[in-house]
């Protein structure tokens, strides 16, 4: 029996390694549960030269007007995060409920939709769950290997809801630059049937770090280094920076705002709103 799980567990780990893989080979990106197609459908629609102001009111263009120039102006705030230009797109594993069972949280890898860098050898890697569960939760990392597992190892359940972080030196793990490795956390909730698992992953690589880096970050308050790290294209830095600092102290507005405006970039947004609600 205790083969046939085994088994079973790397049916789904393998089927979601495959699908990163495909991916890193430049198919089709994963996307989120948010569905766009109606949005865009709306704005594909044309409008006629001269419809706004035949039909109208003067004050309903200023509100037209007003509202443009407020997009114009979002458009042009500071990026938080700047993707590497590396050429090498990776993949998010979203964490949607499968089968038949609807009590099941929402669990996301808070990780880009490509393999995101971090500078340091033992990183944290965050991740969101949407309620409190009292079904078993699994850390897993591998290689670019694949073969076998670096580490699975059972995480404390039951889970509080929100934002959580997994600290690669409380397992005595270290990265090794050059490699790029996929992590996971599972939601586990048929033990005998692990195709049924939730999973939600991500990609990383070490990264240098560039000496100009360094020395801005030697003054930076949190806030500050999640900037710098998120435009040097240092994904992990950035969302674990801000997420450590947020843990210390829950009650910052301004951090939580920040966390969100992140996440949103890489189009995390369920866990951008629990943030924003935190910052009201």
């Known amino acids: 029996m205790s083969q ?6 790397w049916v789904a780990v393998i089927g979601v390694t495959l ?3 495909v991916q890193a080979m430049g198919g089709a990106e994963f996307t989120d549960q948010v569905n766009r197609t109606h ?3 709306v704005a594909s629609i044309a409008i006629e030269p001269g419809f706004l102001e035949e039909t109208l009111p003067s004050v309903d ?3 037209v007007q007003a509202s443009d120039d407020k997009q114009t102006a979002s458009s042009r705030k500071e990026a938080l995060y700047q993707p590497p230009q590396r050429g090498a797109p990776g993949g998010r594993v979203g964490g949607g409920t499968r089968g038949p069972m609807t009590d099941l949280p929402l669990l996301l890898a808070l990780a880009p939709d490509h393999i995101g860098l971090t500078s340091e050898v033992q990183p944290r890697l965050v991740w969101y769950l949407s309620k409190p569960t ?3 939760l699994e850390f897993t990392l591998i290689d670019e290997s694949g073969v076998t597992p670096i580490i699975e190892k059972r995480l404390s359940s039951p889970a509080e809801s929100g934002i959580h972080i997994i600290q690669l030196a409380d397992y005595d793990l270290k990265l090794e630059k050059g490699k ?5 956390v599972s939601l586990v909730s048929d033990p005998e049937h692990r195709s049924a698992d939730i999973i939600g992953g991500g990609m990383i690589e070490v990264g240098d770090v560039p000496a100009s880096l360094t020395e801005e970050l030697r003054n930076a308050n949190p806030v500050e280094a999640t900037r710098l790290w998120g435009q040097a294209g240092f994904w992990y830095d950035a969302i674990g920076v801000i997420s450590t600092n947020i843990q210390s102290d829950p009650s910052d507005a301004e951090m939580h705002h920040v966390r969100a405006s992140l996440l949103e970039e890489v189009d995390l947004d369920t866990p951008a ?3 924003r609600q935190h910052g009201l």
């Open 4 to 9: 046939m799980m085994t088994r079973c567990r």
């Open 19 to 21: 699908g990163l893989s």
């Open 39 to 41: 949005m865009k459908d």
């Open 61 to 63: 263009r200023q509100v």
């Open 134 to 136: 009292t079904y078993p």
């Open 180 to 184: 790029t490795y996929q992590w996971f």
């Open 273 to 275: 709103q629990v943030d």
